[in-house]
């Protein structure tokens, strides 16, 4: 199923991200977290394409998922791809079912290289393989602006670009604070772009976690996340249930706010993924 379709269901849903083995292992043990994933009811699951995995661990993933009778949204970046790679996974996804492609430029390696270079910027991957088949494409956006972007009036330009090259939707960055969320939706309202926009949460379960994830996104971490970690950084047990409570509110908020569409960030752990489920389970009416 095509997820431009399942967001157009006006009532708050949820899906999930998760990442695949690295290329030296095994999919087995990402097969098991689906497994646990799936009696959760997501709207779909997305699978994410990173150095030191292979995008062909992407495609057997998302195929999994797909076997589970849950829409697969699989990553393709324009770092590990050039038109040729494009082409042999496109097809490789269409062979399978895959409908869903959530086309990324990808993290550049830590010396700024640019392994492949057919596609400068994740528009220019997005529109070829819009032009080769009926996928349905995202795109990736940044409520506090993307770390390389000056301005935000420049980052709201280059995602004119995503919807003009064919987005149907995108997916935020992780972010802490909602009203960071609202702001962009604001943003984009005022620039005339009519893209979806799905909330991605990342739930935060330990202190070294918390400092990652906030330099990962570029984002500035809220002070009451900052005391989470100072208070319970030292205490695994409590500031896992810290971190789900935190992402379990900031989902409430965004539902009582008339954001219908939530992705949480699992990181393969489905009991953190359970535990948010089980405390929003009847405002989704699972
Ligand atoms: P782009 O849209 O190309 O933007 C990158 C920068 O270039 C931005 O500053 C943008 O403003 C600018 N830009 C864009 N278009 C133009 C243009 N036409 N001209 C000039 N400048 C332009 N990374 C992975 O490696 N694998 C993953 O699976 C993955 N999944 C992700 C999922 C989500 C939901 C998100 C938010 C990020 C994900 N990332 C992933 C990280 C992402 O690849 C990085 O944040 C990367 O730095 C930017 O990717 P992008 O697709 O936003 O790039």
Not at 45 to 56: E, M, Q
């Amino acid at each position: 199923m095509k997820i431009s379709e399942i967001l157009k269901n006006d009532s708050p849903s949820v899906s999930f991200e998760i990442f695949p083995p690295k290329a030296s292992q095994s999919t087995e043990e990402t097969v098991r977290v689906i497994e646990k994933l799936a009696p959760l009811a997501p709207s779909f699951i997305s699978v994410t394409c990173r150095a030191g995995s292979t995008p062909d661990y992407t495609v057997k993933v998302a195929e999994a998922v797909e076997s589970f009778g849950i829409p697969a949204l699989a990553h393709l970046t324009c770092v590990s791809s050039d038109s040729r790679e494009a082409d042999r996974l496109t097809d490789a996804l269409a062979s399978r079912g895959i409908e869903n492609i959530l086309a990324l430029r990808g993290d550049l390696p830590a010396d700024g290289s640019f392994p492949t270079g057919d596609f400068p910027h994740a528009s220019d991957l997005i529109a070829y393989i819009k032009r080769r088949g009926s996928f349905c494409l995202g795109g990736a956006c940044y409520p506090d602006r993307h770390p390389e972007s000056r301005t935000y009036a420049e980052d709201i330009e280059h995602l004119r670009i995503k919807e003009a090259s064919g987005a149907e939707f995108l997916t935020t960055q992780m972010f802490f604070d909602n009203d960071l969320y609202y702001a962009f939706l604001y943003r984009l309202l005022r620039a005339g772009i009519k893209l979806p926009v799905i909330a991605g949460i990342m739930p935060v379960t330990n202190a070294r976690q918390i400092i990652r994830s906030a330099e990962l996104s570029g984002t500035a971490l809220p002070p009451r996340m900052r005391a989470i970690a100072d208070r319970f950084g030292d205490d695994p047990a409590a500031a896992r249930q810290a971190g789900i409570a935190y992402a379990t509110e900031q989902i409430v908020d965004l539902f009582a706010h008339g954001v219908n569409h939530v992705h949480i960030y699992t990181m393969n752990r489905p009991e953190t993924a359970a535990a948010i489920m089980n405390n929003i389970s009847d405002i989704i009416g699972k």
